[in-house]
């Protein structure tokens, strides 16, 4: 997930979802300790499939031994497993009699970049794509959702008899590059496969561990993934009079499109844009033909995203226009809409989760902003599945502290030296998971 979470704890410190009622149809404070009681035995097998996944990274659509390995676990368990769903995806059915149908949804991917971290199971992992050889990480946090996915199987497995239904567990290929949700609904997720009545995913993040936050209605920002290519004129670098240069015309584009954030955007309005990819040329003495550049939109309202989308195009054409070269090629590489979670899942999930302790659970109302990162979640959302999408910390007291007594901020999500303490993070994950399914899915 294209995740920067930190901006949750001024939230969580400023806002509150509006109390309820609503009582959970079990004791929560005593299935915690059951659910705790179940990771401890567990453990020493979790914790060895987490490292096993921090080092044995595999990019969207190419994650085979990851797949196998899940479906594995899951067929260990005594599921009903399902591979290659929508490529490399796994579905993993556990009936547990009559009732709602709950999914559980983990990511695969990891991502093309190289881990800092230091952890004595780092990953090295490193692919080559044509003439491109990158390294690859789970520097988003992925190895823990996987994790916490199997975890929360074996503790639904074990209090089999405070619940009723059936729970859809799946693992999505591609969520980092917005294409693994919808590649699995087209490969007939819901067709083939019982419509979930409900949907639970939790993310890890650098809030402190024992957080869990539950955020009512808008969880985070739709996402547009454009690929833009400047045509221009290859000659000598010392004759650039017979070139048309494609550095120099993409390079007043990214000057230029900021204006569209900072001067065409209501400035009271979420809306960025980034451009993260600039690649042009080989040597210092030619000037290449075309330059390449990745960009990456965010937004929470369709106005804002149309008008940055339509504000993109209009500036990469002013920039072609100015240099007296070809239009530019503009093309999406994908798209994602907001996450938006169900106000009752929230409140009725939030007000278990509180009265559980043990986990620091903060509940934000609709009224909050959401995050500015992205997610693909939202076509399960789309696709007709109430959901709820969480937040779970990942950092210990201890490094948080020293972070601060160095004052560095702490690794966000993406970057190399991102290292939630798993050791909390799982637990507390594999808790807020099957917490969330048993106040859905209560015993008949």
């Given at each position: 997930m294209k995740l920067a979470i930190a901006s949750l704890v001024a939230l969580a410190a400023a806002t509150a979802l509006a109390t309820t009622s609503w009582a959970a149809p079990l004791d929560p404070p005593a299935t915690v300790a059951a659910i705790n009681a179940v990771t401890a035995k567990n453990w020493p097998e979790l914790d060895a499939l987490y490292k096993d996944i921090h080092a044995h990274p595999e990019l969207g659509h190419q994650e085979t031994r990851t797949a196998a390995l899940l479906a594995a676990k899951m067929r260990g368990l005594g599921l009903e497993v399902t591979e290659h769903v929508g490529g490399t995806g796994v579905v993993a059915i556990l009936k547990n009699g009559p009732g709602p149908v709950v999914m559980v949804r983990t990511e695969l991917d990891a991502l093309p970049?190289?881990?800092?971290?230091?952890?004595?199971?780092?990953?090295?992992?490193?692919?080559?794509?044509?003439?491109?050889?990158?390294?690859?990480?789970?520097?988003?946090?992925?190895?823990?959702?996987?994790?916490?996915?199997?975890?929360?199987?074996?503790?639904?497995?074990?209090?089999?008899?405070?619940?009723?239904?059936?729970?859809?567990?799946?693992?999505?290929?591609?969520?980092?590059?917005?294409?693994?949700?919808?590649?699995?609904?087209?490969?007939?997720?819901?067709?083939?496969?019982?419509?979930?009545?409900?949907?639970?995913?939790?993310?890890?993040?650098?809030?402190?561990?024992?957080?869990?936050?539950?955020?009512?209605?808008?969880?985070?920002?739709?996402?547009?993934?454009?690929?833009?290519?400047?045509?221009?004129?290859?000659?000598?670098?010392?004759?650039?009079?017979?070139?048309?240069?494609?550095?120099?015309?993409?390079?007043?584009?990214?000057?230029?499109?900021?204006?569209?954030?900072?001067?065409?955007?209501?400035?009271?309005?979420?809306?960025?844009?980034?451009?993260?990819?600039?690649?042009?040329?080989?040597?210092?003495?030619?000037?290449?033909?075309?330059a390449e550049l990745k960009l990456t939109l965010r937004s929470f309202s369709p106005d804002v995203r149309q008008l940055l989308l339509d504000g993109v195009t209009r500036t990469a054409n002013a920039a072609a226009a100015m240099a007296e070269a070809p239009p530019p090629v503009i093309t999406s590489e994908g798209a994602a809409a907001a996450v938006v979670n169900d106000h009752d899942?929230?409140?009725?999930?939030?007000?278990?989760?509180?009265?559980?302790?043990?986990?620091?659970?903060?509940?934000?109302?609709?009224?909050?902003?959401?995050?500015?990162?992205?997610?693909?979640?939202?076509?399960?959302?789309?696709?007709?599945?109430?959901?709820?999408?969480?937040?779970?910390?990942?950092?210990?007291?201890?490094?948080?502290?020293?972070?601060?007594?160095?004052?560095?901020?702490?690794?966000?999500?993406?970057?190399?030296?991102?290292?939630?303490?798993?050791?909390?993070a799982i637990p507390t994950g594999i808790r807020t998971l099957t917490l969330a399914v048993l106040t859905v899915a209560p015993a008949k």
């Amino acid at each position: 997930m294209k995740l920067a979470i930190a901006s949750l704890v001024a939230l969580a410190a400023a806002t509150a979802l509006a109390t309820t009622s609503w009582a959970a149809p079990l004791d929560p404070p005593a299935t915690v300790a059951a659910i705790n009681a179940v990771t401890a035995k567990n453990w020493p097998e979790l914790d060895a499939l987490y490292k096993d996944i921090h080092a044995h990274p595999e990019l969207g659509h190419q994650e085979t031994r990851t797949a196998a390995l899940l479906a594995a676990k899951m067929r260990g368990l005594g599921l009903e497993v399902t591979e290659h769903v929508g490529g490399t995806g796994v579905v993993a059915i556990l009936k547990n009699g009559p009732g709602p149908v709950v999914m559980v949804r983990t990511e695969l991917d990891a991502l093309p970049m190289e881990e800092k971290t230091g952890l004595p199971y780092a990953s090295r992992v490193q692919v080559t794509e044509g003439d491109k050889t990158t390294f690859v990480a789970h520097s988003c946090g992925h190895d823990n959702h996987m994790a916490w996915w199997v975890g929360t199987a074996e503790a639904l497995l074990a209090l089999k008899s405070q619940w009723s239904g059936t729970v859809m567990f799946i693992a999505q290929p591609a969520e980092e590059t917005v294409g693994g949700a919808s590649g699995m609904l087209k490969d007939g997720l819901f067709t083939r496969f019982p419509k979930p009545d409900f949907g639970f995913a939790a993310h890890v993040s650098n809030l402190p561990v024992g957080t869990v936050i539950v955020k009512d209605g808008g969880y985070n920002s739709n996402a547009d993934a454009l690929d833009i290519v400047f045509k221009g004129r290859g000659a000598h670098g010392s004759m650039p009079s017979a070139s048309i240069d494609p550095i120099v015309e993409a390079a007043h584009f990214v000057t230029d499109v900021q204006t569209v954030v900072s001067r065409q955007k209501d400035a009271g309005t979420f809306g960025v844009i980034t451009i993260g990819a600039f690649q042009a040329g080989t040597v210092g003495n030619i000037i290449p033909d075309h330059a390449e550049l990745k960009l990456t939109l965010r937004s929470f309202s369709p106005d804002v995203r149309q008008l940055l989308l339509d504000g993109v195009t209009r500036t990469a054409n002013a920039a072609a226009a100015m240099a007296e070269a070809p239009p530019p090629v503009i093309t999406s590489e994908g798209a994602a809409a907001a996450v938006v979670n169900d106000h009752d899942l929230a409140v009725k999930v939030g007000a278990t989760l509180a009265a559980a302790g043990g986990d620091k659970t903060i509940l934000l109302p609709a009224s909050a902003p959401g995050i500015s990162a992205s997610e693909d979640y939202s076509e399960f959302i789309i696709a007709g599945v109430p959901s709820l999408y969480m937040t779970v910390g990942g950092y210990d007291a201890a490094t948080l502290a020293d972070y601060k007594a160095k004052g560095e901020p702490v690794p966000t999500n993406h970057s190399p030296f991102f290292a939630p303490d798993h050791n909390a993070a799982i637990p507390t994950g594999i808790r807020t998971l099957t917490l969330a399914v048993l106040t859905v899915a209560p015993a008949k």
